[in-house]
């Protein structure tokens, strides 16, 4: 279990209840805890874990090997990091009322753009050429927020519209940098970045953490985080407030896409093959999912970033939990959809006023209505 | 195919196909990656041959087209129009219908999807241009489109992996890493497997054909199924996921836990050579020589069968460095 928990905790202080009114006669504790936006979503993943548990008793066992965690557990940590990265950047996107199709595209433009450089560099296997690689990955994708966020925020196009550009054409950008083929190349130092271990913690969790963190930091120990919330509710009304709000949406989808960029070279790192085709398929969707399922609504205005934490851990723990429940690849998907819509059910504001029934009903509150 | 799981959405679909044609930038070239066509230099009796490939996707395609490119050569008498679609239709339908018009002997081309050949088919029949489908098919309301068609045999090659496992671990407990689901190749390669030795398949999961989940996938069955000793991978790349999920959990790969794939790319051999994989079959890309022969035939007038089967060979761990080392893809 404390894989998981390991990765709650930083988070846990950055999500203060933004939605509760302060003035709110005192409900009980388990009443309280029963209507955090959180506690769905987790009841979800700590039963889809004990269950996979029961199933199977070595799936709680982590080891110490080498030095370096080991166990199922740790391996879902690894796999979240990807989707966590993609969903940091999606939320914010999302409290503006926006949204980026794009960045399981910039995922393949960025690891296609890094192993083009290592392939061609003189000396792929030192440190120096696999940090060039990565800030050039990182620099391709900050272009692409730049373009992102220029056609929404300057433009004002359709944010759907805007990043469907990038995330039909960027696919081609990545084919053109590879030219079609798969680009395969050896180097340990970007290799180490998607399957070693600092501290005997994978590297991809340790990047997702230090991302998470410091995303938590700009958004909600300075006013970012409620100025984004201010655009996703009404855009007009807050640049009539002194909102930056041109600025502020341009920042995010930059944010997207860096996180992005950096979440494709997580991800390609440990096979270190850009196929341009495949990298990032659909992440985009993983992402939104990620988002969803932490309790943020499409409609933006309010976001929640330890949801997020919990949407990703969910979406990998239900991979993980379909090799543990034995169950036949025909019928994975109807497997995972299944696990989703209950989540998203469980989440449902109108099966929430039903079990918090009777006299609770009375008090207005805004609850984080979720889009399934 | 991304728009089709978009789809859902009229308008998104609409935005996105416009949006396709947007990013076909350069498709004005008559022909992208066209490889001078000799219209004027006839040589004569050289059979002029016209082939578009669908792309350059992964390592196995590429050396498909360049055992095409080595075997149809002036030398070999032919006279070679190559042109790679780059994994788009247009591209394609544009490069057979300039076949039709340069009047070549024969087409041959590589579908980069089944459906919507229908016109251009149609076209190539009018035009009795004789056709040769070559590793994939099609699916078309034109009646008898192509002479014939040469390819792979994926049950086959999942028979002849099962038939190893069957003669040398006929106990094995076998977890089945299967392809993308749905694609010919996961298909009939699990049909064939199973066919032979099904009944010793404890598990199965798909790992896409990517190395990646190839790897979470064996993560994942090294819990489910603490009793697997056996490995069936659809192809080369997942085995190579395997055998990292195995070395993570410290057991040794081709020891404790026996890996079987299909494939036979240089990375796969090699693994094979270091004793970490036990058995590969090869799904051979470079059958240049094979399809030489069956243009000549064509081009004769003789009758050739429908289907050719390209042949594949098996290996297991007495392959030699040398060999792997001439290996192109």
Known sequence: MSGPTVELTPDTPSSPPPAQPAAQPRPSVARRIMQHQLFWPVVALIALIILCGIKNPTFLTIELRDGNLFGQLVDIARMSATPLLLALGMALVIATGGIDLSVGAVMAISLAVSLTYLDGAANPGSVSTAAVAVLLGVAVALAAGLFNGF???????????????LMVAGRGVAMLITQGQITTVTSAPFKFLGSGFVFGIPTPVIIALIMLVAVAILVR????????????????????AGVQSRNITWLVYIVCALLAGLA????????????????????EMDAIMCVVLGGTALSGGKFYLSGTVVGALILSTIERAVVIFHIPSQITPLFKALVIIVVCVA???????????????????ALPEVAS | MRHSKLGRIAVAAIATLSLATLTACGSDDPAPGSTGATSGGDKGGNIKVGFSQLGAESGWRTANTESIKANLTAENGFDLTFVDAQQKQENQIKALRDFIDQDVDIIAFSPVIETGWDEVLQDIKDAEIPLVLVDRTVDTTVEDPYVTWIGADFTQEG?????????????????????TMGSGA???????????????????ASGNFTRAEGKAAVEGALAAYPDMDLIFAHNDDMGLGAVEALEAAGKKPGVDVKIVTVDGVRDGLQALHDGKFNYVVECNPAFGNQLADLLRSVKAGETVPKETIVIDEAFDQTITQEFIDARTF
């Open chain 2, 159 to 179: 028979r002849t992996a099962g038939e190893w496992v069957k003669k040398n671990h006929p106990d094995a407990k076998i977890f089945e890493l299967q392809g």
């Open chain 1, 347 to 365: 989440q449902s504001p109108k099966l929430r006023e039903l079990l918090r029934d009777g006299a609770a009903k009375l008090r207005p509150r």
């Open chain 2, 186 to 204: 996961q298909t009939n390669r699990q049909e064939g497997f199973r066919e032979v030795i099904g009944d010793n398949v404890i598990g199965e």
């Open chain 1, 151 to 165: 056609m929404v925020s300057v433009l004002g196009v359709q944010p759907f519209i805007a990043t469907m550009i």
């Open chain 1, 221 to 240: 120990r300075t006013a970012l985080g409620m100025l984004l919330e201010s655009i996703g509710i009404n855009r007009e009304a807050s640049r009539l």
């Open chain 1, 264 to 283: 494709g070279i997580v991800y390609g790192a440990p096979t270190m093959a850009a196929d341009a085709n495949n990298i990032g398929l659909m992440k």
